[in-house]
T-cell receptor, first 117, second 110 residues
Framework: GAVVSQHPSWVICKSGTSVKIECRSLDFQATTMFWYRQFPKQSLMLMATSNEGSKATYEQGVEKDKFLINHASLTLSTLTVTSAHPEDSSFYIC?????????????FGPGTRLTVL | GEDVEQSLFLSVREGDSSVINCTYTDSSSTYLYWYKQEPGAGLQLLTYIFSNMDMKQDQRLTVLLNKKDKHLSLRIADTQTGDSAIYFCAEDGGYQKVTFGIGTKLQVIP
């Protein structure tokens, strides 16, 4: 199947700093990428839908100025957590959608564990 | 590492029951999830089950868990055309890491 990578796989940062997470589709073009966040012992929460070349669509309750998403190319989307605080510590996972004639396929990245001290 | 497997495609007639199966490898899983993805949309959580449960029912949805065989299933009763979507099985292996299956595309024939 298609491969989606995330970088970094884990990051520790100080409170107040910004962290950028990259999501790449390695062998296909993804017109749409999704960003999810997982809270401890809870399910994945969809944060935003990112379409190449346009502004991301954020889910209700997700601060767009806090979580900046850029989908600059068909193979790369970035999530920047600005002025990170300890409550932003979480597991962030992206998925990339590949459009096919019979429908869309979605592939998940391995996730990025963010710890804010 | 952890692995989650599901069949790729399932076709059922409207009104029949659908059963989507999933197997996983991580015996330390605490939660197992079923997500639904409709065309053009992100994942939406359908239901989840704790690993110490055998069954969970929520309206038309029934989740069965066989922990010994590491087998999870989702049964949709009285399947409707609106149930046509891709269904993802996922397991929570701890440390805030969730592993997803590749997704089963459910086609409901009117």
């Amino acid at each position: 199947g298609a491969v989606v990578s995330q970088h970094p796989s884990w990051v520790i940062c100080k409170s107040g700093t910004s962290v950028k997470i990259e999501c790449r589709s390695l062998d296909f073009q993804a017109t749409t990428m999704f960003w999810y966040r997982q809270f401890p012992k809870q399910s994945l929460m969809l944060m935003a839908t990112s379409n190449e070349g346009s502004k991301a669509t954020y889910e209700q309750g997700v601060e767009k100025d806090k979580f900046l998403i850029n989908h600059a190319s068909l193979t790369l989307s970035t999530l920047t957590v600005t002025s990170a605080h300890p409550e932003d510590s979480s597991f962030y996972i992206c998925s990339a959608q590949r459009r096919l004639a019979g429908g869309n396929e979605q592939f998940f990245g391995p996730g990025t564990r963010l710890t804010v001290l | 590492g952890e692995d989650v497997e599901q069949s790729l495609f399932l076709s059922v007639r409207e009104g029949d029951s659908s059963v989507i199966n999933c197997t996983y490898t991580d015996s330390s899983s605490t939660y197992l999830y079923w997500y639904k993805q409709e065309p053009g949309a992100g994942l939406q959580l359908l239901t989840y089950i704790f690993s110490n449960m055998d069954m969970k029912q929520d309206q038309r949805l029934t989740v069965l868990l066989n922990k010994k065989d590491k087998h999870l299933s989702l049964r949709i009763a009285d399947t409707q055309t609106g149930d046509s979507a891709i269904y993802f099985c996922a397991e929570d292996g701890g440390y805030q890491k969730v592993t997803f299956g590749i997704g089963t595309k459910l086609q409901v024939i009117p």
